[in-house]
Each structure stands twice: as C-alpha cells, then as structure tokens.
C-alpha cells in the first residue's frame, strides 16, 4: 500500500463515519422524543453531513480519478464503505441513540483535535473546524447519558443495557491497521494510543456521573474500516443512494 | 391557511358603543396599533380565538415535517439533503416559537399536543398528502411554503405581540424554505424527461390543495369580520389566494409546466388571473380526517410522543434531582 492509496482509505474513513452516522440522525426527524431532540438531533446530522462533504471532496481529490463527494457518497457499494461498524448500527430506542452518539464522539472529538495539528493541510483544515462541532456533540451525548443514566429506573435500565449491546464495538474505533501505520511514519495519522486513552477516561467519568456500570471488557468486532459490515449497513445505503442510482445521469 | 378555519365564537359583532369600558380600551389599542402583550386585559374571545389560531399553526409546523422529514434519508445529493434538513429542522423550530406563543396566553404546549393526538385539534389540511417522489419536495417548498409566506407575512403586523414577534423570525426563514423548492423544481425541469415528468407530477397533485390552504372563501364570515377587527387576521382568505395564484401562474411558466386548471386565464380587465373552481368537498373532507394521509400523520406523531416519554420522564426526574442536589449544598 502506497502513501496516496493510505491516504484515500483514510479519508474515506473519516468521511464514511460522519455520513453514515450522519445519515442515522435523519432517521430520527418527525419521530425524535421532544421538539428540542428533532432540532438537536437534526443540529448533529447537520455537522456530521457537513463533515463528510468535506472528507470526501478531498477522498476524490488524493484519489484522482475525476469522483466527488457525491460519487463517493452514492455510487459505492457496502464494501467500499470504511465507516466503523458503530456509526451503522440501527437507531433502536433513544437511549441506544443516545450511547451510539456517545460512544463515538468521545472518540471524535480527540481524533479531531489530533488531526488539527497534522502535517497534511487540507486534513489540518477540516478537523480544526469539524473539532469545535465535536466539542459540543461530546458534550450534549455525555449530558445525555447522564440524564438517562441518573434518571428513572426505566432509563437507567435501559441505558445500561445499550451500553451493554453497543460496547463491542467500540474496539474497533482504535484498532490499527497498515493504512495508520503507512501514514503514521509521515504524521499524517493520528496517534489512535492517545485517542483511545482520552475517550477512555471521558467513558469511565461519564459512565460514573450516569451511575451505569462500565461494561465487560471482552470480545471485539471488527471489519468496518476494512469494508466488513454488518448486515444493518445494506439497508442504510439502498435507501440513501436510491434516487442517484436509479436515474444514473440525473443532476439535481 | 396553516389554521384554515378559525372559530372566533363570536355570533355577532358589537360596535363600539356595546363593548363595556375594558374592551373598548383593548379595541382602542387595537385601533392605534398598539401591540397587546400577554399581562394586558383582553377580551376571552380573543385569548381562545388565538390559542385556536396558534395552535393549528404550531401543529402544522410539526406534522408539516413528516412529508418533507420522508424524503431526508433519500436525498439525491450531500448538499440536497443538507438544506433540505436545514429546512425542515427551521419547521420544528418555527412549531417550538409558536408553542411558546401560545404558553404566553396560558395554553400548555403538553395539553395542545394532546389534543392534536386525540384528534380534536385541526392543522393545515395539506400535509395530508402524500410525498411521492423527490420533485414533491421541490413542489411543497416553491408551493406549499410559498402560500406560507403570503398568508403570515400579514401576521408579523398582528395584534397580539408574542405571535407578531414569532412571524417576523418565521417569514425570514420561510423565503429560504420557497427558495430551495424552487430550486429542486428548477434543477428538475432542466433535467431528463423523467425528470420533468416527475415535476410536472407533483405540480398536478400539489396546486389543488395548495389553493385550499386558503380556507374556503370568508368574506361573509362573522369570523372573519371579528378577527379582523382584532387584527389578528389581516386579508380574506380569496384576496390571499388571488395574490398567490398571480405570484405562481409565471413561476409555473418560467419551469415550462402546466399548471392543472384550464379555467385558469390572465383577465384584462382585473389584471388578475382567473382561476377554476375549487372541490370544497374534497377540502372539507381532508379537513375532517378523510384525507389519504389523516390517520397516518396522526399515528407517526403519537407513536413518536410515546414512545418519547420515558425519555421525557428521564430527563424531568434528572432536573428534580439535581435541584434537591443543589438544595442540600446550599
Ligand atoms: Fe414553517
Ligand atoms: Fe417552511
């Protein structure tokens, strides 16, 4: 693997992860638990959304094969995606919501903030300003958690239990692989040790404010960022890449 | 309009001689346009005929998100699907202002909510239609959000303050709402054949129902004539639909489609155009819960409120116990 096709993979991956979580977001608009929730959820999807555009544009740009962000975002199929396996999971009740979000932006937020100083401009750019909007992600999901967490009963059972079902795949997030290693050794990527020793630390806090219990450190999935989904991914692209796909040379 | 018909439970209007001293203070204000705010005396008339009023409109903001709110996931572009969320997120924030406008006349938003759950609360008839394709959303923004503007935009001068104030930040954002309907349907019709086909469809089956957003014809009604008279409404209803179908007739040419009317003609001498007649059976109809979208509208948002409560009760639970915190450090 050659420094531009590491490169290409990571962008994606960073652009894929905003998208597709991005895109689970919209779900939720007409159906959210409070109007405040469709307009802070919509608040999220949009930053997200907008953080893709930008990966992407620049995915097609290193790749130079003549692809914008909308070729990238509707014309691949699920196993040219790089988004982790988390950000795909289906929306489930609020609370599942809520951990998912959680879950990633403590990761986000580090990786962006790493990724402001990194030696590459136009990444330098998009996470200078992609980590302000993560700051305040990681701030309303942990408030959040916390909410729910050291809410009712109810709420606390039920948080818990998403924490218990979606902790497997937080190992992937700081997993590396031949694209970081390629890219590490020119201070492109970011140092994922740091990253996942900051989310640890918010995690563990958090999870003490909300009076959850951390779960079972234990088995791991794995596969996204390589283009192993689950089966939820599928489902999520043939709805968003409908229109696209089925009049190919339409603009709109 | 987004509240289409609005009881004033007026029977008949009094002249000034009639009104005892307190409301002929509150009319005097009304007359010198001197805004009332929500500690002022006004008349119980008036408080309900706009709780009545700014309620429909609230609802419609919310139920109003669920035809666009369909096509979100589906979006045909990364900058497509951000505006349009961009948008209908504005709805949700528009519906959130005019709660709290209603909250200033000492309506519950929960109670209100209720009430357009159980069915007796009304909101505008045309979001009880379905989204079909993509062009439906190009077709509600120029369309649906154009006869918005034309009937609000009157409201940002109406009597009652808090409501006034909450138009003039909603008609900003519903001119960007017109704006990117327009756009999609331009993108459109300068498209494929299929393309504008799907235009065209969607045009067919939106400017009916967009003509009857304007309520039935109500120059007669004793309503009309209170509300006015409070000035909480502004134009009759035909005035407004006249002024959007002049607004929309070269709109509909500049895209090179055909609007579904062929009673519809520019009239020399009025310089207005004219237009066919309306099917107020279909209106009524839809307006009363028979319309092809009533139940389904109404099914979304309870399911979405229930099954949001206990995130409701979380969250109200969480606050308590932080108060009782706070208490016991102080
Ligand atoms: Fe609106
Ligand atoms: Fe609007």
Redesign the interface.
Known sequence: MNRQQALFEYLLRLGDNALILGQRLTEWIGHAPALEEEMGSANIALDLIGQARGWLAYAGTVEGAGRDEDDLAFQRDVMNFRNVLLVEQPNGHYGDTIARQYLFDAFHYPLLTALSACTDQSIAGIAAKASKEAAYHRRRSAEWVIRLGDGTAESHAKLQQSFDTLWPYTGELFALDEVDHTLRRTGVAADLTAVRREWHEHVTRTLAGATLVPPQEGWMQSGGKQGRHSEQLGYVLAEMQFLPRAYRDARW | MYSQFVDTGVERMRCAEELPELERAFQDKIDSDIKIEPKDWMPEAYRQTLVRQISQHAHSE?VG??PE?NW???????????IL??K??DE??H??YL?SAAETLGASREALIEALHAGKAKYSSIFNYPTLS?ADVGAIGWLVDGAALINQIPLCRCSYGPYARAMVRICKEESFHQRQGYE?ML??C???A??KRMAQDALDRWWWPSLMMFGPPDAESIHTQQAMRWKIKRHTNDELRQKFVDQSVPQADYLELTLPDPALKRNEQTGHYDFGAIDWSEFWSVLKGDGPCNRQRIA?RR???D?????????L??GA?QDRRRAEFS
């Open positions: 919310i998100m669920l709110g979100l996931t589906r979006a045909p572009s990364l900058r497509r699907k951000l969320l961009a209908v997120q949700a924030g519906g959130l709660y993509w999609i993108a459109l300068a498209g494929s299929v393309q979304t399911q979405a409120y099954e949001g409560r206990w995130v409701r009760e979380a969250a639970a969480y116990k």
